[in-house]
């Protein structure tokens, strides 16, 4: 039977699709889920960010850990392979020397939160990370640090055997924000897969 996964980014999203996002059979939101409510209520996953101040401020905070999308959600993705991190850190700060402490690692963290609340944790892999960066390149991005928390999820769950057949749909991405992530790049790689319908984009908000 096939499923429809939900990827819901932190962005505006119209009232209708926030219903649909409810009536899903998995949602995942990111971080904070700064929209929550707004954007539906269900949270079968929560998709972190586990390096640098905004896992710190996360992981540490009694605020997130018992915030409504946090309790609810039955896994934490982290989305950044600490080795994979270690790996690019010499090169990110020859050019970005300014973020030093982003890659300071709390996976292990967001682990042993995950463990304490019963709720399965799960690391996106460094070959993700890679294919992400190769795919990328075909749109000519520039330098860049690295690919954004949605796309990383997005890639995950179009790759992910455990999703094959499923529809997998998302909204609230408006590829904007922290000039370190590839945007423009990205949008485009969102519009590829749209196209070929691999993706459907929920609202036209951000279309």
């Excluded at 926030?18 to 929209?35: E, K, L, P």
Aim: aromatic content about 10%; proline content about 4%; some cysteine.
């Amino acid at each position: 039977m096939t499923r429809t996964i939900m990827i819901v980014g932190n962005g505006d999203i119209e009232s209708l699709v926030a219903q649909r996002i409810d009536d899903a059979d998995m949602v995942i939101r990111f971080n904070g889920s700064r929209n929550f409510e707004r954007a539906g209520s269900r949270t079968d996953v929560v998709a972190v960010c586990n390096t640098g101040r905004p896992a710190k401020a996360m992981v540490h905070n009694a605020a997130w850990r018992d915030s409504v999308p946090v309790q609810d959600c039955r896994a934490i993705w982290s989305v950044r392979d600490a080795q994979k991190f270690q790996h690019i850190k010499p090169d990110v700060l020859a050019s970005f020397p300014e973020l030093e402490d982003f890659f300071d690692d709390y996976t292990e963290a967001f682990g042993a939160f995950a463990r304490e609340e019963g709720k399965e944790h799960v690391v996106l892999p460094a070959a993700l990370h890679d294919a992400v960066d190769a795919e990328l390149a075909a749109y000519q991005p520039g330098r860049y640090v690295v690919p954004s928390s949605g796309l990383m999820v997005m890639a995950h769950v179009l790759n992910d055997p455990a999703f094959v057949g499923d529809e997998i749909a998302f909204a609230g991405f408006s590829h904007q924000g922290w000039d370190g992530h590839p945007f423009e790049a990205e949008r485009q790689w969102v519009n590829t897969h749209v196209m070929s319908g691999r993706l459907t984009r929920l609202g036209t908000l951000l279309a």
